[in-house]
């Protein structure tokens, strides 16, 4: 099978060849939601988000019975710069741990019907420092990006994309400022819980690597910046894009590396939400940026997908009442 794209440039078209929601179906989804057995309005977001999934799915009474999660796992050059509380290995062991069903993603998607899957990105092949050289190559950014592009099952209604890669919140917040302008220090967190002198070094890294690009392009932000994993999901999220598929951002993590497909092609997120607002400090201001008003706030800052996984079930609980509920006339409801 031939590859969607080649290259950077190739990639940019794709995002920006993207199709919109079905307007047709978008109609008819209102029109049902106006004679559902309630007041106007009265589900709140509920209502908005059930529109908004039969919009990209193409049904007005559509149903969530394929839900997919994708957990994506790199490993980072810079964290022998002391950025993590936690050593590289780590990394290996919690892919290990999802391949045997023992992390908190695994019972999240077993509990709202999800089908995960783990894609582990050359563990043994860490990125580059880049505070020394870009991250990745063109060629190495550009098959991290198929790698998620290709893990979307087109016969998923809904795709959840998550992360694991000691280091990688200082990558991300390095892409972050790339994109959406800013210092260091705006956007760089404690991550897995380093103390103040891990905070510093974070930071100094992230204004280290952020003077010696250029990263005027968001892709180029990617791969001079970001990390393996954090291509593989903007390859997954376009993906599901292309397939028509929602798609719910997980954390601060998955949000940087979307950032970068807004940037590149605005609206290339129309088709997704954000599933949380994560206790990572600048989680809030990247949403703002996106424009995307969070489902749920529960402090959480976990990764792996987990806050996302989670947000399934708010879609869900939307699709059933839209879909499920009875009309006034099939109720016989007076409407007023």
Known sequence: MTAPFANLD????????????????????????????????????????????????????PQITAPQVLIFAGN???????????????????????????????????????????????????????????????????????????????????????????????????????????????????????????????????????????????????RCLGGRELAAMAGAIAAARHHRIPVILDGFICSAAAACLEKAAPGALDHAVAGHLSAEGAHEALLDALDKRPLLSLGLRLGEGSGAALAIGILKGAIACHSGMATFAEAGVADG
């Not at 919109?20 to 007041?39: V, W, Y």
């Not at 210092?183 to 510093?200: M, S």
């Open 10 to 61: 190739e990639f940019r078209a794709v995002l920006a060849s993207a199709t919109g929601p079905d307007m047709e179906t978008l109609a008819a989804a209102n029109d049902r939601n106006g004679q559902l057995t309630k007041p106007p309005g009265a589900l709140g977001r509920l209502e908005d988000l059930a529109i908004w999934y039969a919009g990209w799915v193409g049904t007005a009474q």
């Open 76 to 222: 980072h050059g810079i964290c022998a710069q002391g950025v993590s509380a936690f050593p590289a290995e780590v990394t290996a062991q919690m892919v290990a741990n999802f391949e045997h069903g023992g992390a908190a993603i695994n019972q999240l998607s077993r509990e709202f019907g999800a089908d995960m899957t783990v894609h582990a990105l050359d563990l043994d092949m860490p990125t580059q420092d880049f505070t020394q050289s870009a991250a990745m190559s063109e060629a190495e950014v550009v098959q991290a990006l198929l790698t998620g592009w290709g893990a979307v099952n087109p016969e998923s209604d809904l795709v959840v994309t998550g992360e694991m890669g000691i280091g990688n919140t200082t990558s991300a917040a390095a892409v972050a400022a790339a994109v959406l302008g800013g210092a260091a220090e705006d956007w760089v967190g404690r991550g897995t819980g380093v103390d103040d002198a891990g905070l510093a070094r974070k930071v100094d890294v992230v204004a280290r690597g952020l003077a010696l690009h250029d990263v005027a392009d968001p892709l180029e932000a990617l």
